[in-house]
């Protein structure tokens, strides 16, 4: 499934600047994953991710993501 993965590994919950260091890396391109290895990224190794592609700056197929993912 396509997702938007920051690769970006985090201990702690990010915040301030490094929210915004994440949606900055967000728009920059999509992920090919696996559910497996979405669990793995956000859950074991602390990547953010959205739901999403970007077309730009702006969201696409948000809904059918969610969709697929569920």
Do not use: H, W
């Amino acid at each position: 499934m396509l997702t938007t993965l920051d690769l970006y590994k985090f201990n702690v919950r990010p915040s301030g600047k490094e929210i915004g260091g994440i949606q900055n890396r967000m728009t920059k391109g999509t992920t090919d994953i696996t559910p497996l290895e979405l669990l793995y990224a956000v859950g074991r190794d602390g990547c953010s991710f959205k739901p999403a592609t970007f077309d730009g700056n702006s969201v696409k197929n948000e809904k059918q993501i969610l969709r697929n993912f569920i």
